[in-house]
């Protein structure tokens, strides 16, 4: 099984800063197969960032997605309000599918 | 647009039974998801399933689950077996966007708790 580290695991941030989250894989995964999805509290996950760099519809752009092998990276570019919630990498390619345990970006 | 329904509470032992409802379209040639959060920690996997019968789950879970699809109902349906308060948490259906390798459309969840 391929394990996702997101780290860090809280990201305390004002509006208008730029937040950098991370995802390193234990093995190497196919940069098609890397997603990012956006969870705000009491709601489902939404997705972001697929292929690793691609938004999806409606996406901002101040979000963007980069990265290859085991090392990936969600930017946030300037953070607006409603940016604030947790986000989670998560892989497919092979059996099981996993997700990274989440970044939370809260307001300092 | 995707709705979980089911039993908010289920004793242990006995059997965790879904559906997601699909409206707006169709449960023929999608893949569907099902994902589960226990409160306060991340998302889990679940399991696949595709209405030509081809189905995968998650190794952890693969002895006790069964998914299936009706499509003149437009329904896609999840059990687990023997639960146990383990298996408290949100359950989340969700479409599989083939052309993205991801799941693109979810439900809003419904909650299960697991107790006597």
């Known amino acids: 099984e391929i394990v996702l580290t997101q780290s860090p695991g809280t990201l305390s941030l004002s509006p208008g800063e730029r937040a950098t989250l991370s995802c390193r894989a234990s093995?190497?995964?196919?940069?098609?197969?890397l997603v990012w999805y956006q969870q705000k509290s009491g709601q489902a996950p939404r997705l972001l960032i697929y292929g690793a760099s691609s938004r999806a519809t409606g996406v901002p752009d101040r979000f963007s997605g980069s990265g290859s092998g085991t090392d990936f990276t969600l930017t946030i570019s300037r953070l607006e309000r409603e940016d604030f919630a947790v986000y989670y990498c998560?892989?497919?390619?092979?059996?099981?599918?996993?997700f990274g345990g989440g970044t939370k970006v809260e307001i300092k | 647009q995707l709705q979980e329904s089911g039993p908010g509470l289920v004793k242990p032992s006995e059997t965790l039974s879904l559906t997601c409802s699909v409206s707006?379209?169709?449960?023929?040639?999608?893949?569907w998801n099902w994902f589960r959060q226990p409160p306060g920690k991340g998302l889990e996997w679940i399991g696949y399933?595709?209405?030509?019968?081809?189905?995968n789950y998650n190794p952890s879970l693969r002895s006790r689950v069964s998914t299936s699809i009706d499509t003149s109902k437009n329904q896609v349906s999840l059990k687990l077996y023997s639960v146990t308060a383990a298996d408290t948490a949100m359950y989340y259906c969700?479409?599989?966007?083939?052309?993205?390798?991801?799941?693109?459309?979810w439900g809003q969840g419904t909650m299960v708790t697991v107790s006597s």
């Open positions: 998560q892989r497919w390619g092979s059996s099981p599918l996993t």
């Open positions: 399933t595709h209405d030509s019968g081809d189905t």
């Open positions: 093995q190497s995964v196919d940069s098609k197969y």
């Open positions: 969700a479409k599989w966007a083939n052309s993205l390798e991801a799941a693109d459309i």
């Open positions: 707006g379209g169709s449960t023929s040639n999608f893949y």
